[in-house]
């Protein structure tokens, strides 16, 4: 194929493509919106770890943050939806330019650290901050027509929407790993040193991947809020961040597929468990404790090690 | 032809308590192969580290081509033409021979930073690619992975790479260590052939490589130069010989 998908990633494409084509007919459309923007959120944060080896701890600021300006300017200045999604994912890059600079000159544990701390603080301006409602949040946000005329009122009209805006970041995403910008982020991710004895300003690189991945997040937050017409604190609160983590690690950190398949499996733990309460929590806890026991490359990468293909 | 490439001056750098370079004037001229020897710990991989700007001096100038680089970035220095390699083999593990030397000259020729375009943007700089690698003998291994190549010539690969820059002066740190004699030999002969137009200043222990190879030979100790000149002159002095052997060594060789 002219993406540059190998014939396993092909095949792999072709049948996801399938279950978004045929999930609503079986699958509640409401909550298959929900995967969708979980998944582009889970595969905008796994361009870090996966392919740059830096683990953020605060990716639920731009998620979330994209989620209130979008819904914020989807009700008061009644912007189409593509518009407000744009602007969702452009204040999540935004704020990714501010942070990522600040972060990026830490590695590890104090890169993490720091991306947790700064989302906090973007947690506790959105409690406190007025136009996001506090705890109230952002509440009945109208669906707003696309282009200001193709309705989104019905869920199976905005369902198309939502599977075209997953679609176009998950390919973005798969062009950005496999382009000229991704081979650089491949050698600094190898042997950073070696990167920078050719001349590589390598944290320039950093940079730009944390900007891409904190704009689709804002995306994935933007899409959400124009789903369930609401943006609350749940979408900017940590608890969000590790789920992200949680999501990625389950499918498989630095795999295409492997976040797709993580978000799918959470939403639906998370929809279908929900009548049990707590237990909710404690199953992502015990799903979480295996996955790092027993199969540390996730689902999809243990397949895909399994059958010595890249998924 | 006595134009000096590279200058430094009272180059000194202390860890805690530490003198690792204690006041180096170092001076190389272009177009020689420098080598910078002495025993462990003399402090010749800082100083390496110190000309690259992979660590802050602590006191002193480094002057490259006439322009002082001390307060310079380690990549800004690599885009002057100053060009290192590392004592453990420096290549990208997961991409092929051919990528990693591609990576090289993606850097120099620009794009590197285009995340919307195929990869497949790339393939101009093949052609090149592959001479660099049939350069350094290593045409028949383009599609192989970095990390499976054989020690010798991963050490092949990375001087590729950085020829790949084409940069004016190279800095080799141990280029033939921990290799065998027939790669010492192969490597001895490749940076005979990529010396043409360049200025090369190599750490080594090795002292036949240093012998045949080399124009002129700083001798390091603990941090401090000992001696310096072409290698009839340094190895006859007495100062180096108790450095490199020991006293008691050295004393033995008296008898």
Known sequence: ?311 | MSDTILETSGLTKEFRGFVAVNGVDLRVETGTIHALIGPNGAGKTTCFNLLTKFLPPTRGTIRFKGRDITGMRPAEVARLGLVRSFQISAVFAHLTALQNVRVALQRGRGGSFDFWRAESVLDRYNARARELLDQVGLGEFATVPAGQLAYGRKRALEIATTLALEPEMLLLDEPTAGMTHADVDRIVALIRRVRQGRTILMVEHNLSVVEGLCDRITVLTRGRILAEGDYATVSRNEEVIAAYLGSEAGSVAHV
Not at chain 1, 101 to 130: D, H, K, N, S
Not at chain 1, 166 to 185: D, M
Not at chain 1, 272 to 281: E, I, N, R, S
Request: proline share 3%; glycine share 12%.
């Open chain 1, 1 to 311: 194929m002219s993406l540059g998908f190998s014939r396993a990633q092909a095949t792999a494409m072709v049948v996801m493509v399938a279950f978004i084509i045929v999930g609503p007919a079986v699958l509640y459309p409401v909550f298959l919106m929900k995967v969708l923007c979980l998944a582009l959120f889970a595969c905008a944060f796994n361009l870090l770890p996966g392919y740059v080896g830096l683990l953020s701890f605060g990716h639920a600021a731009y998620f979330g943050m994209g989620s209130y300006i979008a819904a914020w300017t989807a009700k008061y200045w009644g912007l189409d939806a593509e518009a407000a999604i744009i602007l969702g994912g452009l204040c999540g890059g935004a704020l990714g330019l501010v942070f990522g600079w600040l972060a990026i000159r830490r590695q590890g544990i104090y890169f993490a650290m720091i991306t947790l701390a700064l989302a906090e603080m973007v947690y506790f301006f959105c409690l406190e901050a007025p136009f996001t409602g506090g705890e109230d949040g952002i509440q009945q946000v109208p669906r707003s027509p696309l282009f200001g005329i193709i309705s989104t009122q019905q869920d199976m009209s905005l369902y198309w929407i939502i599977a075209a805006i997953f679609l176009g970041g998950f390919l973005l995403i798969h062009r950005i790993i496999h382009s000229p910008f991704g081979q650089v982020l491949q050698a600094i991710r190898e042997n950073e040193p070696r990167a920078i004895s050719l001349g590589y300003r390598v944290d320039d690189y950093k940079l730009l991947a944390f900007v891409l991945s904190a704009a689709l997040a804002g995306v994935a937050g933007a899409a959400k809020s124009q789903v369930f017409g609401i943006a609350t604190l749940t979408d900017v609160h940590s608890q969000m961040s590790g789920e992200v983590v949680l999501m990625t690690l389950i499918g498989g950190i630095g795999t295409v597929f492997g976040p797709v398949v993580g978000a799918l499996l959470f939403g639906s733990l998370e929809t279908y468990l929900a009548p049990f309460g707590d237990w909710v929590t404690v199953t992502q806890g015990a799903i979480f404790v295996a996955c790092v026991l027993a199969f540390r490359r996730g689902l999809i990468g243990e397949i895909g090690a399994r059958l010595k293909l890249g998924l």
